[in-house]
């Protein structure tokens, strides 16, 4: 049996914009064939957690964190134009509009096809969270290293 | 004949620094013999803007996205130090000083010396950019899974 | 004797979170027996320029610039949360908690890893940068050819 092709994805920011273009890569990549992994680090754990419910973590600074952090494939803002929420607003429309998938749908689908949505332990010990912070499609924490062991079995690797 | 080594390069910001960082290592690759293939999505289709003339889009929405978002090489603003155009002006300033060339400068040095520059098909559907929106230069528009395919013949990809 | 696998990492950013990512994936690779090399580049730089003392640059504009870019690994900011230096203290001393090496700490630790640190020459003359604006552990300025040619080698690349 031959060997998929691997692309690994070091997914570094938290802005809509940049979330929806790494995961239409991933999914194009999981549509070829690819065998694609996505590892999220620092603001890019915001688009893995959870739209419902808050978030429990210890300490007044984590907690502090946590707020301001809110996170959530629904409540995530561009890096441009976000014009206090006006901007990202026109963003969706315009994604419903050419019938784009939100960032919501490419996430469920990106799960479907197999893509693995892995969060880095490092960022989460630091910003205090843990396995249940994140939406159900989330694969287990892991480390830097299996991140750049995947990274050197991959045809192709992007930071974003 | 043996075929040259590729090099992708993924351009999603559209910021002047940033520009400019990829379009030295575009040429710089053209330079050493490498086939190097430019692929521009999100705010970094503003760099293949024309500066001339007015873009004509459809829809309201689409209409103040292209005003607020003009682009074109000689209207981007820095990522850092922009301070209202002062640190822009400055930063442009500094370059001629050193003679290096200016990001509409290294545009035409890179499509001369081969370098393709391809717009991606999903955000000009979003942002209501068709191909003459764009300067001559530019190749045909085509969608991430062109951009995959090159990607995973390259020696070197990189996502700016 | 076989060769090292290689790494290229090639630094844009001079946010401290940027930094911080980039700095803890060079010190895996390394400790997985990789050979890594970072190269520097726009504000990149700034996290390899001293902590003491004042650099000296010629001309108004270079001075402004390195006034308001002063840099150094214990002067950063982060891209997001800075809120005039509360949320960089806060992501510091949580840092501490979680007894995660500090940035500077991190620069160290990877340098006597074998981890090469390697400022781009095109923009360290744009910047008015020399040899002794950085801290001993750096290389001596190179081009982006050098950069290329160590990615074109590499594994893994990765521009942050």
């Known amino acids: ?35 694609v992994k996505m590892f999220f680090t620092f603001w890019g754990l915001n688009i893995l957690k959870k739209n419902e419910g808050s ?14 952090n809110r996170g959530g494939s629904k409540r995530l803002n ?3 134009f976000h014009m206090s929420g006006m901007g990202t607003w026109m963003m969706k429309k315009l994604m419903k509009e050419v019938k784009m998938p939100s ?10 096809m197999g893509v693995k949505l892995i969060p880095c332990s ?4 630091l910003m205090g969270l843990a396995e249940d912070s994140f ?9 830097a290293a ?14 974003i």
Request: glycine letters at 8%; proline letters at 2%; aromatic letters at 6%.
């Open 146 to 159: 299996y991140f750049l062991n995947e990274a050197r079995e991959s045809k192709v690797t992007l930071f």
């Open 1 to 35: 049996m031959e060997e998929k092709e691997k692309m690994t994805i070091g997914v570094f920011s938290g802005e809509l914009d940049k979330a929806l273009a790494a995961f239409i890569i991933a999914t194009t990549g999981a549509s070829m064939g690819m065998d």
């Open 78 to 80: 561009m890096s441009k």
């Open 55 to 68: 978030l429990k973590s210890k300490g007044i600074m984590r907690k502090m964190l946590n707020i301001m």
């Open 103 to 112: 960032l919501e749908e490419l996430i469920v689908m990106a799960h479907s």
């Open 135 to 143: 939406r159900p499609e989330v694969e287990p924490i892991a480390g």
């Open 122 to 125: 490092t960022t989460c010990g």
